[in-house]
């Protein structure tokens, strides 16, 4: 069993709505957990860490833990075409990514 | 700041040649890191120091791979020989604390044909 499991997409969804990626991990002790968002041909960059259950805001985007069940998510509100891009889930202070799954937006 | 600074950009190569990648982290951030990426095998943690000390090298594929940290400002990772299988874009990332997420550099791209 890999330590990060993300289902690698493409995801579809169309503009204005609500898009919704999930992230498993195996490792119960688990403490940091980070999304991040990559363009294709950039480097990752850091939109969203979470360290408690429950849910975090920050503008359109939602991060929603759920330790119990080794459940990550990230809740993108108002999708917009520039939000297309690879997301990757990662966890703990030794970053271990998941695959990332393709996020399209379509106008 | 300007953030994590790698070079080269782009680097191509003949197989047997020695490469050299060069990393600059943010001031003050304590960890760096250097990640592997694939389109087979996505991002791959390869080695992390901390306090310019080697922390965990056990991603480090094979002893063609080395890296150092000289000082807090410094890192490369070195391939000697290359190969083609070592093409792929090497990240390198710093943090400035246990917790904390990664800010990671632009990336140089390694082709070796």
């Known amino acids: 069993q890999k330590e990060v499991e993300q289902n690698s997409g493409p995801l579809s969804v169309p503009e204005g709505a609500i898009a919704s990626l999930n992230c498993t991990y195996s490792d119960r002790g688990s403490q940091s957990f980070f999304w991040y968002r990559q363009y294709s041909g950039k480097s990752p960059e850091l939109i969203m860490s979470?360290?408690?259950?429950g849910d975090k805001e920050d503008g359109r985007f939602t991060a929603q833990l759920n330790k119990a069940s080794q459940y990550v998510s990230l809740l993108i509100r108002d999708s917009q075409p520039s939000d297309s891009a690879t997301y990757l889930c990662?966890?703990?202070?030794?970053?271990?990514f998941g695959q990332g799954t393709t996020l399209q937006v379509k106008p | 700041d300007a953030g994590v600074i790698q070079s080269p950009r782009h680097e191509v190569t003949e197989m047997g040649q020695e490469v050299t990648l060069r990393c600059k982290p943010i001031?003050?951030?304590?960890?760096l890191f250097w990640y592997r990426q694939t389109m087979m095998r996505g991002l791959e943690l390869l080695i992390y120091f901390n306090n310019n000390v080697p922390i965990d090298d056990s991603g480090m594929p094979e002893d063609r791979f080395s890296a150092k940290m000289p000082n807090a400002s410094f890192s490369t990772l070195k391939i000697q020989p290359s190969e083609p299988r070592d093409s792929a874009v090497y990240f390198c990332?710093?943090?400035?604390?246990?917790?904390?997420?990664?800010?990671f550099g632009s990336g140089t791209r390694l082709t070796v044909v």
């Open positions: 990332a710093s943090r400035e604390r246990e917790g904390y997420g990664y800010t």
């Open positions: 990662a966890i703990t202070g030794k970053l271990i």
């Open positions: 979470i360290y408690s259950n």
């Open positions: 001031s003050g951030h304590d960890y």
